[in-house]
């Protein structure tokens, strides 16, 4: 019924993997720049593979929208409405599952339970990276201080495209008073 459609959307992923590849050997051939103009070459490479990663960010969470509405509300519902746990298609059998998660509304008496229970190995402590790096880079800057042994900084040199200037199409004050 959509082999059309298929077709053509595995075209332009194929031409998608293409442009990966044109870029990845791009990539690989390059070296540190050694002047300028290399410099701005891959910086603008770099704005290139900035915006088609965005676009392609953009492209696969839409499809992800899609994915989950047919697969966890649509398709769910068709199932029970028409009585089945499963439907092949060719050769592929979809199947209706369920997906269990949990949390506690109140931790501390969570935890009492999963221990009075027999189940308290499943309490972990845990510090989310991203925030505890964002400490650490915070603390060690205003501290000046260096991080104890048992700390481990990793410093990761990068390059941040910025959001282009616009060019400011009104003199500025000391351009008004040379004139």
């Not at 053509?8 to 791009?26: D, H």
């Not at 490479?45 to 900035?50: H, K, N, Q």
């Not at 800057?141 to 410093?155: D, L, M, R, S, Y």
Request: hydrophobic share 35%.
């Amino acid at each position: 019924m959509y082999e059309q459609q298929r077709e053509e959307s595995l075209a332009v992923l194929l031409q998608a993997a293409k442009n990966y590849n044109y870029w990845s050997n791009r990539v690989e051939e390059l070296t540190v720049a050694s002047n300028n103009n290399e410099l701005a070459q891959q910086c603008e490479m770099l704005e290139v593979l900035d915006q088609m990663t965005d676009k392609l960010d953009t492209i696969l969470k839409s499809f992800n929208k899609l994915k989950a509405f047919l697969g966890q509300s649509l398709l769910p519902q068709g199932f029970e409405t028409v009585g089945v746990p499963s439907q092949f298609v060719g050769d592929q059998e979809f199947k209706l599952a369920e997906r269990i998660t949990g949390s506690f509304k109140d931790k501390e008496l969570g935890y009492k339970w999963l221990r009075d229970i027999g189940e308290g190995s499943l309490i972990t402590e845990t510090v989310n990276a991203n925030t505890l790096s964002a400490f650490l880079k915070r603390h060690f800057e205003e501290e000046a201080t260096t991080p104890p042994e048992f700390v481990k900084i990793n410093i990761l040199p990068y390059v941040k495209l910025l959001p282009i200037r616009k060019k400011n199409t009104r003199p500025s004050s000391r351009a008004k008073k040379a004139a």
